[in-house]
């Protein structure tokens, strides 16, 4: 599966016929719609709808459609109805205006008093017929299919640049982690030598103490000389942080792969190798360890910017 961004933008069109119907050439061009999909990021599925009020009622329809294949982002639908010009009065049909005046008839002859339809009422009533509210929701949802289509194909040519991305990052990391694994055995080596020479010392105090008399001395150095060397090395083992690491850059690795629902474990993910570029830096006692792990921490924040984007 591909690996689809939150963010895109679409749009698509079912044009009207610009020619009038045959024998009616008082009458408009049959109108079509038009529709606008605007996706940005967000941590659910977000769906706003702009909808004009004759074509309100294919909201219900609309937002299955999307939900059936957006799983993720602020989805913001804008439609309205193309072919008609609503700033210019539309002129009435013959057949308009005989319906007019046959319910200004009927309505006349049960209240006397009622005034006549006058022009604007006549412009206004036969503005509202433009167009089949059934034909034009028909065509609305098969236009939004259009454009919804085109809105995948969008994220998913983001999707790609940003999984490309992501892979960069992961082989620097790798890298940077390869780096590192060398400095291990110089850091045991570095605490294997200050455990002795805290030994010694405290071999050295122990002579002193029983040359005065104090033999409890002795034991109170060699144990806090263990105690140090002890905490000192579990605080210099950085092998374990480096495993989970380059066990996370895998995962990484294989989701970016797989695609499809991905965001949500990507960002946790990401989280984790911050913890542990974090603890590799805390644990350094080394100017170049604390520089991959600087480094790291780099990289690792580039890739958390990206991964917000991924469905």
């Known amino acids: 599966m591909a690996v689809y961004s939150m963010t895109g933008y679409a749009t698509a069109h079912s044009g009207g016929s610009a020619a009038p119907v045959s024998g009616e050439s008082s009458r408009e061009p049959q109108a079509g719609v038009g ?159 200050r455990f002795l020479d805290r030994w010694n010392e405290a071999l050295g105090v122990g002579t002193s103490a029983a040359t005065s008399g104090n033999a409890v001395s002795s034991d109170v150095a060699k144990d806090r000389a263990l105690a140090e060397a002890t905490a000192f090395a579990i605080r210099i083992d950085v092998a374990e942080e480096l495993t989970r690491l380059d066990s996370h850059l895998t995962e990484i690795e294989r989701l970016l792969k797989k695609g499809g629902d991905i965001g949500k474990r990507l960002d946790f993910l990401i989280q984790e190798l911050h913890r542990e570029a974090n603890t590799l830096g805390s644990k350094s006692s080394n100017l170049e360890l604390t520089r991959i792990s600087v480094d790291m921490k780099v990289l690792i924040e580039q890739m958390r910017e990206q991964v917000q984007n991924i469905e």
């Open 35 to 193: 529709v606008e999909i605007r996706s940005v990021n967000s941590r659910f599925l977000d769906l706003v709808f702009k909808l004009p009020d004759d074509l309100r009622s294919a909201e219900p329809t609309l937002r299955e459609l999307l939900g059936a294949r957006l799983k993720r982002g602020k989805v913001e639908v804008r439609a309205w109805v193309e072919g008609r010009n609503d700033t210019v009065p539309r002129s009435p049909g013959p057949a308009d205006l005989q319906k007019l005046a046959g319910l200004q008839d009927t309505v006349r002859a049960w209240l006397p008093g009622a005034p006549a339809l006058s022009v604007a009422d006549v412009l206004q009533l036969t503005a509202r017929q433009q167009g089949n509210p059934g034909e034009l929701t028909d065509s609305l949802v098969a236009t939004a299919q259009t454009a919804l289509d085109a809105l995948m194909g969008a994220r998913e040519r983001e999707g790609k640049r940003l999984s490309t991305m992501l892979q960069d990052r992961l082989g620097q990391l790798g890298r940077l982690a390869q780096d590192a694994q060398p400095l291990i055995p110089q850091l045991v080596a570095q605490q294997r030598q």
